[in-house]
């Protein structure tokens, strides 16, 4: 895995859109739609504290460039985030068509930590991107990441 400055960049503005989210009474998650030419397109976090819990940040992408990007621009473009997509936004990911994706902390990391704290697993089976859509480029989990993830996880998930 050969990660750019600009990826770590964008990873780092995804961690901070995950800390925006626990700070708002969400679920610690962010992500970031990225164009070939390196512009920002569209960035979000987790809005399921309202009660609908499919309003996932990598979900709203794919609504977002479904909407407003060619099908050539959505496999040019990057999609960046916090926790690996889950099963359900890795499916929306390949349906619409969208390109690399670059993830700060892994599914597996999750659930790993999610079951060391004894707190209540998904409800979603943590498939890996790679199993939900093997054409797709995955990049991740990136270590520099996984204290200030796992702090934020912890706060939300299995709060002291
Ligand atoms: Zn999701």
Do not use: K
């Not at 009474?25 to 960035?43: I, K, M, N, R």
């Not at 099908?71 to 969208?98: I, K």
């Not at 890996?128 to 991740?140: K, L, S």
Request: glycine share 8%.
């Amino acid at each position: 895995m050969t990660l750019s400055s600009h990826d770590v960049d964008h990873l780092r503005r995804c961690v901070a859109l995950a800390r925006e989210a626990l700070a708002a009474g969400d679920q610690p998650f962010g992500s970031l739609l990225v164009a070939a030419t390196g512009e920002v397109l569209f960035e979000d976090r987790n809005r399921v504290a309202g009660g609908d819990a499919t309003r996932h940040p990598e979900f709203e992408i794919c609504r977002w460039a479904a909407a407003h990007l060619s099908p050539a621009a959505r496999a040019a473009a990057t999609v960046y985030t916090s926790g690996e997509h889950c099963a359900m936004c890795s499916a929306a990911h390949g349906w619409v068509g969208l390109g690399r994706i670059v993830f700060a902390t892994s599914s597996g990391q999750l659930t790993g930590w999610l079951r060391e704290w004894d707190a209540p697993s998904s409800p979603v089976a943590a498939l890996p991107i790679a199993q939900v859509v093997p054409g797709v480029v995955a990049e991740g989990p990136v270590s520099d990441f996984e204290p200030e993830m796992r702090a934020l996880y912890r706060q939300c998930f299995a709060p002291a």
